[in-house]
């Protein structure tokens, strides 16, 4: 569990490890609903491209 900065802070780090952990549920979760047809290709594939957008940007945004 990621440790919270005496300021209240939570370092960017942790932010990209609790994004890249969802966005590895995400796909596992997906694929089991749209094998079940519970969920549509299209919806689940927006999904995951909006998480991982969201692992990329706080990539690039610890970078600077």
Request: charged letters at 25%.
């Amino acid at each position: 569990m990621a440790q919270i900065n005496p300021d209240g802070a939570i370092p960017i780090s942790a932010l990209i490890a609790e994004a890249q952990r969802e966005l590895d549920l995400r796909r596992q979760f997906y694929w089991a609903r749209v094998r079940a047809g519970k969920m549509r290709q299209a919806d689940a594939d927006k999904r995951i491209t909006l998480m991982a957008a969201i692992v990329k940007r706080l990539t690039v945004t610890a970078a600077l």
